[in-house]
């Protein structure tokens, strides 16, 4: 499925991501674009990138995913409005604080509210929707920290773990519908989120990202790896003894 062939609306959940901005940008020209974000009234630069990309419109809403009773009624009116929701990406997250989260069991449950519960609201309510249209796309992001929690970032894994069991379900549920959920996987993105952090091994960007986004999209596929020789480490990563695994830096 080409992004030519499905052209109705992108939503971008998170309209000041990096990542999920890339993206948008790739898909615009001809399209109706919404971002969703907290604070929508301050996106002009963003709503500009998109404008200058060939987006037929540029919308904005605002979104709180943390208000998980939001979602619902926000969806149901984007997608009323604009004649439904060609592609949605889910492009909302925190890193948090480990340290923190380990000492504090409010900042613990906020990490995993924002990057797994919420994304479990927003993906429930717009498959809802999806599957009554009979058409749709929908973008979630994993991470390698989800693929074998470690040590070092539990708290976040832990979230991102459970958000890739949802989403991998999910997707199963969603095969035949005419609804398509792509699970992306990228390691270390340089961007915004991981400033004065020391990039990882196979570090990409959000650039990168996108491009292998829109790539699979094209291609109707399930997953993707960012960049594609992570797939392999996925593999060793689930192998290594949890003797050594749990000595492994960030």
Excluded: C
């Excluded at 971008?12 to 999920?20: C, D, M, T």
């Excluded at 993206?23 to 674009?33: D, E, K, N, S």
């Excluded at 479990?120 to 973008?139: C, D, E, F, K, N």
């Amino acid at each position: 499925m080409g992004t030519q062939q499905n052209d109705g609306p992108v939503l971008v959940l998170g309209g000041r991501s990096e990542i999920g901005l890339e993206v948008a940008r790739r898909l615009a020209p001809g399209r109706v674009v919404i971002l969703a974000a907290r604070r929508p009234d301050a996106l002009d630069a963003e709503i500009e990138q998109l404008r200058a990309a060939g987006a037929a419109a540029v919308h904005t809403a605002e979104f709180d995913a943390d208000e998980t009773a939001t979602h619902a009624p926000l969806l149901e009116k984007i997608a009323a409005e604009h004649g439904g929701i060609g592609t949605a990406v889910l492009a909302f997250g925190i890193l948090g604080n480990q340290e923190r989260a380990e000492q504090d069991p409010a900042h613990a449950v906020a990490i995993v509210q924002t990057d797994f519960v919420a994304q479990v609201s927003v993906l429930t309510t717009l498959a809802t929707l999806m599957r009554a249209q009979g058409t749709g796309r929908i973008v979630v992001f994993g991470s390698i920290a989800g693929v074998r929690v470690r040590r070092a970032n539990y708290v976040y894994g832990s979230a991102k773990a459970g958000l890739e069991g949802f989403a991998s379900g999910l997707g199963d549920a969603l095969h035949g519908t005419g609804v398509h959920l792509l699970l992306v996987r990228p390691g270390f993105v340089i961007g915004r989120m991981t400033t004065g952090m020391d990039p990882a091994p196979m570090a990409s960007t959000p650039d990168q990202v996108a491009d292998a986004v829109v790539r699979a999209l094209d291609k109707g596929a399930t997953r993707v790896a960012v960049p594609g020789r992570l797939a392999l480490a996925f593999v060793v990563m689930r192998l290594l003894p949890q003797s050594v695994w749990r000595r492994m830096p960030r």
